[in-house]
């Protein structure tokens, strides 16, 4: 059932004429690479903040603060652009393991995010001593790495 969904999606006019743009296709892929760098390169500012790595002069929920609108101004255009690039093959990529891997990554680096966010703003760390946003920071550069990974092997495989 969710194949045919996706064979449906995949299909619609506008779609197969964005899919096969020699032009569209490949700047919403620039405009992804792009918003990528944004997102996940602020996040892992911040990541390495909680893990004491950089910026350690600074409280962590400065830093984190300070970065949030733009990471998350990142990732909504990292979903947008993702999604555009999944329409004209989503049948294609509905049949690969590696896809609902990245899939299943990228739901754990949200839920990664919630965690520590829920205890951000309950105040019960802030990242000066406990070590569970030290955790949550090095699990969300290892998860984020990991769907950048399974994403460029898509290309492959």
């Not at 760098?37 to 911040?46: I, N, P, R, S, T």
């Not at 990541?47 to 950089?54: F, G, I, S, T, Y």
């Not at 830093?63 to 909504?76: D, E, I």
């Not at 049948?91 to 966010?117: D, R, V």
Request: glycine share 8%; proline share 4%.
């Amino acid at each position: 059932m969710l194949y045919e969904w996706f064979q449906n999606l995949e299909n619609l006019p506008v779609i197969v004429v964005f899919g096969e743009s020699l032009i569209a296709y490949p700047i919403v892929q620039g405009l992804h690479v792009l918003a990528l760098a944004l997102a996940v390169g602020l996040l892992a500012l911040a990541d390495l903040r909680l893990a004491r790595v950089l910026l350690v002069d600074y409280p962590a929920r400065v830093v984190v603060a300070g970065l949030r609108p733009w990471f998350l101004a990142g990732y909504a255009c990292m979903f947008g652009t993702g999604l555009l690039l999944f329409l004209p093959k989503a049948t294609q990529l509905y049949a690969s393991p590696l896809f609902w891997a990245k899939m299943g990554l990228i739901l754990l680096a949200g839920l990664n995010a919630l965690y520590f966010e829920l205890r951000l703003h309950r105040g019960r760390d802030d990242g000066e001593r406990a070590a569970a946003p030290k955790v949550a920071g090095l699990v969300s550069l290892g998860l984020w790495v990991a769907v950048i990974v399974t994403g460029r092997l898509l290309a492959y495989f």
